[in-house]
T-cell receptor, first 113, second 115 residues
Framework: GNSVTQMEGPVTLSEEAFLTINCTYT??????LFWYVQYPGEGLQLLLK?????DKGSNKGFEATYRKETTSFHLEKGSVQVSDSAVYFC????????????FGKGTTLSVSS | NAGVTQTPKFRVLKTGQSMTLLCAQD?????MYWYRQDPGMGLRLIHY???????AKGEVPDGYNVSRLKKQNFLLGLESAAPSQTSVYFC??????????????FGAGSRLTVL
């Protein structure tokens, strides 16, 4: 079946450090891939998405590239800020209307000044 | 634009009690979902609905029931609460964009504690 594996956290960085959160997936067909972010006490918000191989999703300085050959969708940011402290979830869905997302377990990022 | 609204935000139950969580969306989305979030487990799908009057089981449906009598509402019921159902519950609704991706919008969550 479909599944998502994320690197375990927590990830602790200093402000302006480079961030990578690894995500790999197992899926039949060609899923859509997503990163969601959850700030403390809030629901999940879509951060970025990619719908086909070699697509790059980007938002708020974060980027992730859909790599079909390595079944990966790693999240990166060149310079993190304290306000980026949150839990990050990688997710996939089959490309079919109404299909639910399958989530990884989440990675907690803590950025200190 | 309210998006997805969940009520209540917090609730404490005793084992064996029943309750209903309400999810309402004002985006005219066809699809709705209930997830639970537990430490170290990520989000797991409980039930979902692909349209008014339809529901289906997700990954962890046992102990829960759902109803979608109106397009904008999706109710999650616990008939006899158990401590294992202590969790944070998230409702989401979705629309399929031109690329074929199904983008979910989440509510703020409902924290349930069962004693």
């Amino acid at each position: 079946g479909n599944s998502v594996t994320q690197m375990e956290g927590p990830v602790t960085l200093s402000e302006e450090a480079f961030l990578t959160i690894n995500c790999t997936y197992t899926a039949t067909g060609y899923p859509s891939l997503f990163w969601y972010v959850q700030y403390p006490g809030e629901g999940l918000q879509l951060l970025l998405k990619a719908t086909k191989a070699d697509d790059k999703g980007s938002n708020k300085g974060f980027e992730a590239t859909y790599r079909k050959e390595t079944t990966s969708f790693h999240l990166e940011k060149g310079s993190v800020q304290v306000s980026d402290s949150a839990v990050y979830f990688c997710a996939l869905s089959a490309r079919q209307a109404g299909t639910a997302l399958i989530f990884g377990k989440g990675t907690t990022l803590s950025v200190s000044s | 634009n309210a998006g997805v609204t969940q009520t209540p935000k917090f609730r404490v139950l005793k084992t064996g009690q029943s309750m209903t969580l309400l999810c309402a969306q004002d985006m005219n989305h066809e699809y709705m979902y209930w997830y639970r979030q537990d430490p170290g487990m990520g989000l797991r799908l409980i039930h979902y609905s692909v349209g008014e009057g339809t529901t289906a089981k997700g990954e962890v449906p046992d102990g829960y029931n759902v109803s979608r009598l109106k397009k904008q509402n999706f109710l999650l019921g616990l008939e006899s609460a158990a401590p294992s159902q202590t969790s944070v519950y998230f409702c989401a609704s979705s629309v399929t964009v031109n690329s074929g991706a199904n983008v979910l919008t989440f509510g703020a969550g409902s924290r349930l504690t069962v004693l």
